[in-house]
């Protein structure tokens, strides 16, 4: 007989991310799981229209008796810990749910797994992410955050982030765990939401030029960010997980752009040269400790994991814009 597909238990199925890795499992003939959590959730069935091959199950990451039900019926050969609070601006606000989802909800289902007796055979994938680093000057390594640089985090999300960053090293290391935690750098896609800087510009911009809103208000422009595409890193998060022995690595692009350079690309996709006119800065969107510059070495993933990024910094934004046209369009027609 031949061999059963590797299963999959992916969480937060219904972001970003979450629908990269699910499509990618898929195509490598896995048996993919997805958590939802909440009654009603509005994601669910637009999830489940748009990966009809993945097997929803109802679960939270702040309930562990949930998560010990949702890892016996998946049964996984690899778990993706992709969800959490994942808007920093909302980690602000709501600082205590943060820190219940994004660190304790690894806890949880670190325990789910070790509890359920599969401590042994699951391979477990912790986001990790560069907000860790903060951004501080004294704190910035010239050729970029890796694997080994200082963590100091600027916010409720990246606190947490390191809890969970810290909690599945510890399984790790106390109980001989397949855990590895991708360090991951700002990663964007049409899939991304709204709430997100980078698709907030896209949107408005495609807006914009078919003459639907005349401006776009956002908060400081000058922070720079190491951008790539959420398809090559999540095909990265894969990698790791294959990868002869549990460790960390940082995704990144290896390159800075500033939110003016991404503004500046978007606008000029739809043929206007100059964006200053349709942008206005506004105090409510600015964060009350900003991360100034980050920068990420991925040197340690390309060399161990084979990884490399396939789209650039310019085709991203040009893609997200093209997408968001698209769909302007589409609206304006039906």
Request: include cysteine; charge should be negative.
């Amino acid at each position: 007989m031949p061999d059963a597909p590797r299963s999959a238990l992916v969480t937060g199925i219904t972001g970003q991310d979450g629908a990269f890795i699910a499509e990618l499992l898929h195509e490598q003939g896995y048996r993919v799981h997805g958590l939802v959590r909440g009654e009603g959730n509005p994601r669910k069935a637009q999830t489940a229209a748009e990966l009809p091959f993945v097997e929803l199950l109802d679960a939270d990451l702040t309930d562990p008796a949930s998560l010990i039900r949702a890892v016996d019926a998946a049964d996984p050969d690899e778990v993706y810990n992709l969800g959490a609070i994942s808007q920093v601006g909302f980690s602000f606000k709501n600082p205590g749910l943060t820190a219940d989802v994004t660190a304790k909800g690894v806890l949880n289902l670190l325990e789910a797994v070790r509890l359920t007796g599969r401590a042994e055979r699951t391979r477990f994938y912790q986001a990790s992410t560069s907000e860790m680093f903060g951004g501080l000057d004294y704190n910035r390594p010239e050729a970029g955050y890796n694997e080994t640089s200082q963590f100091h985090p600027r916010s409720p999300y990246g606190v947490a982030k390191l809890y969970g960053h810290w909690i599945a090293r510890n399984y790790r290391e106390s109980y001989g765990m397949f855990v590895s935690c991708g360090i991951l750098f700002n990663h964007e896609s049409e899939r991304r939401g709204k709430e997100f800087v980078t698709r907030k510009i896209t949107d408005a911009v495609a807006r914009i030029s078919l003459g639907l809103q005349d401006h776009v208000e956002l908060g400081d422009l000058w922070p720079k960010r190491d951008w790539g595409y959420a398809g090559d890193y999540v095909r990265g998060m894969w990698q790791t997980l294959q990868h002869s022995e549990p460790d960390d690595f940082v995704l990144a692009s290896g390159e800075m752009h500033s939110i003016e350079d991404f503004l500046a690309l978007a606008f000029k996709a739809v043929g206007i040269d100059d964006w200053h006119p349709y942008v206005v800065q506004n105090p409510a969107f600015m964060r009350p400790a900003e991360v100034n510059v980050v920068l990420g070495d991925p040197s340690k993933a390309e060399q161990v994991l084979g990884w490399r990024r396939e789209v650039s910094f310019e085709g991203l934004v040009t893609r997200m814009v093209a997408n968001d046209v698209a769909l302007q369009r589409a609206q304006l027609t039906s």
